[in-house]
Each structure stands twice: as C-alpha cells, then as structure tokens.
C-alpha cells in the first residue's frame, strides 16, 4: 500500500521561507513522477512541482524562480524549497506520485498521480 505523508507546513510572512518534506512508503516504481499541488480555498486544485525519477523537473509559472522541488532516493523523500512566499501561496499543499512512462515530461495534471497525501497547510501573511 502506498503511503505519503506531507510535513513541514506552518504560517510565515510575505518573503518568507518554507520547506515543505513528503515520506512516500509502498511506492515500487522505478519510473515515476513525484508532484507538489496545492488547493486555496474557494480555487481548484494547482500543479505547483513535479520531479522525475531522472531529476527532470516541471514547474508552474506562478512559482518558477521561487520554488525548488528536489527528491532523495535513498530515503525515499520527496521536497519543496519555497523562498519568496507570497500571500497567494497560501494553500493546503498535497505531495503526490504516479507511474511514468517511458520519458514522458512529469505534467501537472492531477490525473497523472496515483497516490496522494493528506496535505499541509501554508498560510502566508501580508
């Protein structure tokens, strides 16, 4: 059974600083896409990240030079470096993965992802 567990949200100021950490546990692919979405209330759900097992790595135009998603294979752990923050941010932040094929770009497409956290909360004050 795959398992994803998101850590490291909190509340922080506009220019601030987080970095949000996802333990995935069960998850057999060798070949796969690691993403970060996140839900505001009232909006639909938004791609933010997404990392391929090669490293290649995909971003929403709304974080590119702010955000930074990284993985460590050794421990199983997915991460997102968030600088910069801006009230808009705030959010509840899912980390999820998927199987991906051959050397297909990661998407930020919700339907690309098989498994998915429980989320946390990012909460950035002006």
């Known amino acids: 059974q795959v398992q994803l567990v998101e850590s490291g949200g909190g509340s922080v100021q506009s220019g601030g600083s987080l970095r949000l950490s996802c333990t995935i546990s069960?998850?057999?692919?060798?070949?796969?896409?690691m993403g970060w979405f996140r839900r505001a209330p009232g909006k639909e759900r938004e791609g933010v990240a997404a990392?391929?097992?090669?490293?290649?790595?995909n971003y929403a135009d709304s974080v590119k030079g702010r955000f930074t998603i990284s993985q460590d294979n050794a421990k199983n752990m997915s991460y997102l470096q968030m600088n910069s923050l801006k009230p808009e941010d705030t959010a509840m932040y899912y980390c999820a993965a998927g199987r991906r094929f051959y050397s297909a770009r990661c998407l930020l497409i919700h339907l690309g992802f098989g498994a998915w956290g429980q989320g946390t909360q990012v909460t950035v004050s002006s």
């Open positions: 990392i391929a097992s090669d490293g290649n790595t």
């Open positions: 069960g998850f057999t692919y060798s070949n796969y896409c």
